[in-house]
């Protein structure tokens, strides 16, 4: 099987960014610089360059013919399995390649002297256009947990209730289960066996409705100007202060779900149905709302309900419809020492470590307003990791919080 490519620069694309921000926890890079991740029944992998994105899939079928290396001469179309070309346009969609990356960091930039300071030391980050299901059941694993955690979890679902699609090396590469695989009764105890505690009972319970109450309900909700590959997109709306009716609407009904709060609301919208607007407050935004948009005074001193709320109508106020992706962007701009450095260099500070990682592990459900305080100190109480997956040997920095 041999590599292929799109012409996509760093700006526009920078996958060692997008793809390990906390958006998706099923990617793993090897030691050689290449992200791989079983999606809808193919093992794809991924590696970039500064003007091209290299990519090959492998279907299990193929499996057993080894990868060639990228090819320095541009790939032709011609004679390329009807597979590979569809391929390409999933990548084009899961990478949500579309839009002009260029441009809208000219508008938000245009729209937000904080984000036209910061933005251009981080460019490239996009938001996935992830399956639904794969990003609620990653946000249902991301309540009160670390990025560890959720990913650990991920890859146990996968490995026991997903399809094998095929190795790299020795490691094995599972796809995500669907609904209807975690509706068997017997799933909520096995998962409590495996360490998701609390989770497990969530996890199976949005199985059932999903697969035996609400067939087709979770991808009602998504955003008809981002639909699944291969439909033809329509208008959402007009857009409001608190976003359009859609995305209101697929929030409100998220809330329903047993171990969805807001946040993991906001995460679903945005990451898995397309709703750009949809603004998810963690504890990190919550600071960043405070020191650069004057957030944490009168009567938004904590982070409330109504503060998460007046949060998001303020930065879709200055992005618009796409402010999640903005706020995204500035969440991974103000970590971009962790990003860069604490994944390469061995040498960095433990104490420097343990503050860096707090800020972008730290997942956070709202509760009503008395809970909310206590919520938070209880995380602070839990122990942080930060550790880059490899096909073969893994770097891992632990220090327990104090």
Request: one cysteine or more; a neutral charge; charged letters at 25%.
């Amino acid at each position: 099987m041999s590599w292929r490519k799109l012409p996509v620069s760093l700006t526009e694309l920078c996958i060692d960014t997008t793809l390990r921000c906390g958006q998706s926890f099923r990617w793993r890079k090897s030691n050689d610089n290449v992200w791989s991740c079983a999606l809808q029944g193919r093992l794809i992998s991924l590696r970039q360059d500064n003007t091209h994105l290299h990519y090959h899939a492998l279907f299990p079928e193929t499996l057993n013919a080894p990868p060639t290396p990228p090819s320095s001469q541009p790939s032709s179309t011609d004679g390329i399995e009807p597979e590979q070309e569809d391929t390409k346009g999933f990548i084009k969609h899961y990478l949500n390649l579309e839009p002009n990356l260029t441009e809208l960091y000219e508008q938000w930039s245009s729209a937000d002297l904080n984000f036209k300071k910061k933005a251009p030391k981080f460019t490239g980050v996009r938001i996935l256009r992830q399956d639904a299901w794969e990003a609620l059941v990653g946000f249902i694993c991301s309540s009160n947990n670390n990025i560890i955690r959720i990913s650990q979890m991920m890859e146990k679902l996968c490995t026991h209730y997903g399809t094998l699609i095929g190795h790299i090396d020795t490691k094995p590469f599972y796809d995500l289960p669907s609904p209807a695989k975690l509706a068997d009764p017997r799933v909520e105890a096995h998962l409590r066996e495996l360490g998701f505690g609390y989770r497990a009972k969530y996890l199976y319970q949005t199985a059932v409705m999903i697969t035996q109450e609400k067939p087709g309900w979770l991808d009602g909700l998504r955003n008809p100007e981002a639909p699944v590959l291969g439909s033809k997109a329509s208008s959402a709306g007009e857009m409001l202060p608190g976003g359009r009716e859609g995305y209101r609407e697929a929030h409100e009904q998220l809330l329903a779900l047993q171990g969805v709060g807001p946040k993991v609301a906001d995460c679903v919208c945005l990451m898995g149905l397309g709703w750009g607007e949809a603004v998810p407050v963690d504890t990190h935004v919550w600071q960043i709302a405070q020191r650069d948009y004057k957030f944490g005074k009168g009567k938004f001193k904590s982070l409330t309900k109504a503060t998460y709320d007046a949060i998001g109508d303020h930065f879709r106020s200055l992005w618009g419809k796409e402010a999640g992706w903005a706020h995204s962007v500035l969440f991974t701009a103000d970590l971009r020492a962790f990003s860069t450095q604490l994944m390469t260099k061995i040498e960095i500070k433990e104490e420097e470590s343990s503050t860096l990682v707090s800020e972008t592990i730290t997942k956070v459900e709202l509760t009503p307003r008395k809970a909310i305080k206590r919520e938070f100190k209880e995380e602070e109480k839990t122990v942080l990791e930060v550790e880059e997956y490899h096909l073969s040997g893994r770097l891992k920095r632990r220090k327990p919080a104090k």
